[in-house]
Each structure stands twice: as C-alpha cells, then as structure tokens.
C-alpha cells in the first residue's frame, strides 16, 4: 500500500516526513515505488529507506499531509518491536486522527466501488497532492489549486473541454 | 495507479494502422493486447512499440502540440524526474552568528550527487517563499539577519544526503521553520 513516512523525535513531535521514494533496478532503471507499509509489515528496519538526525523512529501513516504534519505529534501501540502509529495528535489543539477511521474510510470506499478501482485520494491526499489542514489538524479537503484569473482569455480552452467530455473523466 | 488509467481508457477510433502482424490489435482501448503494437508507418528509421510494458520511441521522439506551444520529449537531451520528496522541520539558531543544521540520508539508489530543489513553507504547511539555493531576511541596518539553505551530496552508495542550513544572528530557537525537499534524477530513462 501506498504510504507516508513520518520521523518523529523523542517527544513523539513529526519532524520529518518522506512522500515517496522511486526504487530502480541494475542500470538505474525505474520500478516501482517502495513500498513503506510493506517494509514495515514485514519487519523491516526503516533505516533501510531514510535516516533523520534527530528522530529516534519513524513509522508509516497512511495519509499524505505536507508540511502540516509536523503539527501533530505520534502515538503509537502494538507489541514491543512491532510498534505502529495509531494516531497522530495535534500539539496545540488536540484534534486526534485515528489509523483505524482513515483505515475504516478506505476500505468502505473500496467495498463501493465493487471491484472497480477506487478514489481515495480526498481520503488520504498523495504524494503529489497532499490534504489540506485547518490550524487545528483537522482535513479542509485536498490542496486547492485555483488556476490563473477566470477573466484571462485562453488559447486552446475549447480543445481541452472538449476532450474532457469525451474522456468523462477529466 | 494502473487502474486508475485504465479505467479512463475509452474505445479508440484507431484501427490497423503499420505492422501489426498478428492482426490482434484491431482497437486501441480497453487496455488488453497480449501481443503488442508495433508501428512503422511513416518513419523507416523510427519504431514504435505499444505493450503491455508501455510505449516505446525507438530513434523517434514523442511529439505534443497543444495551442502555442510543442513539447517533444526525446532520449537526447535528459530531464529531471522527482526520485523522492518530503519535509524536514527543525528550530533555529541562538547566538550571534549561530548555526543549527539537520539531515535526512534518503537511499535513493544514486551513486552520485543529484539535483534538488528546496523550498522553506510557511505556517500552513504550504509553499509560501519561492526558495531553492538560499534565503536571506534583511535587519533594519540593512544587515543580514539569517539565512536558510541547502544542499544535497554523495552520502554512501545508494544514499543521498540533504543536509538544511539555518545560521542567523539572534535568538531562533524558538522559532521553527519547514522546508519542502525534491531529490532529482537527471534521466534520459
């Protein structure tokens, strides 16, 4: 599963977070993505992917939350040495986002889509997009991108809309 | 991601065109070909593979026209790929001049120094200051107060380094400040 990173210090503060990273094969051609969650799942140490001065642990979160991340701080539960986060609290107002909803939202919009491929991207942002926070943690909706001024006139706009209808999906 | 895509395809109007020697390609669109495409038509000196493995210019060039401008992407002239990205926080220096730096080691597979690009965001976590190299707030002497930079280097095989820079003259370590880091790949592949 696609996943974030996060590194947080002794107090449990995110102070770093790595959104992605490409694997490549012998020559240095691309592969894939690696696959954080499935590291950690199997046991893997996270040092094998990124290394932050400072942070005495790092843990997948299955959100994408920029640099708003670092207004939270970690909890983590499970078994000595099988550790996970299972929520992130935020530091000054104490807004809680739980593993186990955002875990409960993706698979019921993966139960909705009946097998087809699922939209969870206003669920969890992404590594190119990630969610948009208020000051007090809690999700306003992905980043807006409000595009150039409506009142500028544009070369090709017709094109455009016209192959969005046919693709149905742009 | 795949899926996604192919979800979108819609049946194409493309029949046969070029060598298409199994005859089993009659319709671009619905994302299943087990045997491929392979055009020759206009350019003897070019190939052009279609599979499930992707699209493949060989001695060609992908061409993109669109109103005012064209794009062609070719095996030539290389150009950046975003390998990782992430973000990085830290608190500032106290004293005149301090400094307080931090890294994150990412193992990116390189074997050699990449490109990067850095930007310092604001409080929201966004991009707010345009930043890459360095920035730099002026005092009312007109003095430079601090300063924020980057840099990225060869840390071990396979690992990169991004190694943040804050050195100031005053009192920061009770402010923090966050950046955004793109490790890039200069790539023709």
């Given amino acids: ?170 | 991601m795949a899926d996604d895509l192919l979800a979108n395809f819609r049946p194409s109007p493309f029949q046969n065109t070029g060598n298409d020697p199994g005859g089993a390609f009659g319709e671009l669109g619905g994302g299943i070909n087990p045997v491929g495409f392979a055009s020759n038509v206009d350019n003897e000196t070019a190939d052009v593979i279609i599979d499930k493995d992707g699209i493949t210019v060989i001695e060609g060039a992908i061409t993109v026209t669109n109103a005012g401008a064209t794009v062609i992407i070719d095996g030539s002239s290389n150009m950046f790929k975003i390998a990782s990205t992430g973000t990085r926080s830290f608190a500032g220096p106290n004293g005149s001049p301090a400094e307080t730096t931090s890294t994150v080691d990412v193992a990116t597979g390189f074997d050699y120094t990449p490109a990067f690009q850095v930007y310092l965001t604001n409080s929201a976590g966004v991009q707010g200051s345009a930043w890459h190299t360095g920035h730099a707030d002026v005092g009312a002497t007109a003095l430079f107060t601090q300063w924020r930079y980057a840099e990225a280097s060869y840390l071990a095989t396979n690992q990169t380094r991004m190694r943040f820079f804050w050195f100031g003259f005053g009192d920061y370590s009770a402010v923090t400040s966050y950046f955004r880091y793109y490790i890039l790949q200069e790539a023709g592949i």
Avoid at chain 1, 71 to 86: L, M, T
Avoid at chain 1, 112 to 118: D, V
Wanted: aromatic residues 4%; proline residues 5%; without cysteine.
């Fill in chain 1, 1 to 170: 599963m696609l996943a974030m990173l996060v590194a947080y210090d002794t107090a449990g503060n995110v102070v770093a977070t790595l959104d992605h990273l490409v694997a490549r094969g012998v020559g240095g051609n691309v592969t894939g993505l690696i696959d954080f969650a499935a590291h950690e799942e199997a046991g893997g140490e996270l040092l094998d992917i990124w290394n932050v001065q400072g942070a005495v642990g790092s843990k997948v979160w299955p959100e994408w939350l920029g640099g708003r991340a670092h207004d939270f701080r970690v909890e983590k539960d499970g078994p000595p040495g099988a550790k996970r986060i299972s929520a992130l609290v935020h530091k000054t107002s104490g807004y809680r986002r739980e593993r186990s909803d955002v875990i409960s939202a993706i698979n019921a919009r993966v139960a909705e889509a009946n097998g087809k491929p699922a939209d969870i991207r206003d669920l969890v942002g992404g590594p190119d997009r990630p969610l948009r926070l208020d000051d007090e943690g809690r999700t306003v909706g992905r980043t807006i991108i409000t595009g150039t001024p409506k009142h500028l006139p544009v070369i090709g706009a017709d094109l455009v809309a016209s192959r969005g209808s046919i693709a149905g999906s742009q």
